[in-house]
Nanobody
Framework: QVQLVESGGGLVQAGGSLRLSCTAS????????VGWYRQAPGKQRELVVS???????NYADSVKGRFTISRDNAKNTVYLQMNSLKPEDTAVYYC??????????????WGKGTLVTVSS
């Protein structure tokens, strides 16, 4: 079974930048819609950005122009570049790989998350 592992979270001041990475234990990203989600304390998990296999992206309005998703299928890694961070970006960020458009009935994979804290 494929595992997703996020890294790159941490504490940053408002206005700063972080790059999150999500590495898969297998070649799952090439057949998956990939996404980053986040969950702030006391709130529901929400979509930050998703990218289809064909490269179509869907960004949350709150991060448009500040965050960028990218992937390196050869390295089995997806990235989230986060710039101009705000305190309201503070959350646990989760990586997701959904291959079910290619593998009906397949598994929707989630990482365990990485914490991003933005101080004011």
């Amino acid at each position: 079974q494929v595992q997703l592992v996020e890294s790159g979270g941490g504490l940053v001041q408002a206005g700063g930048s972080l790059r999150l990475s999500c590495t898969a234990s297998g070649s799952i990203f090439s057949i998956s819609t990939v996404g980053w989600y986040r969950q702030a304390p006391g709130k529901q998990r929400e979509l930050v950005v998703s990218e289809t296999i064909r490269g179509s992206t869907n960004y949350a309005d709150s991060v448009k122009g500040r965050f960028t998703i990218s992937r390196d299928n050869a390295k089995n890694t997806v990235y989230l570049q986060m710039n101009s961070l705000k305190p309201e970006d503070t959350a646990v960020y989760y990586c997701n790989a959904d291959p079910r458009s290619v593998v009906p009935g397949g598994i929707n994979y989630w990482g365990k998350g990485t914490l991003v804290t933005v101080s004011s």
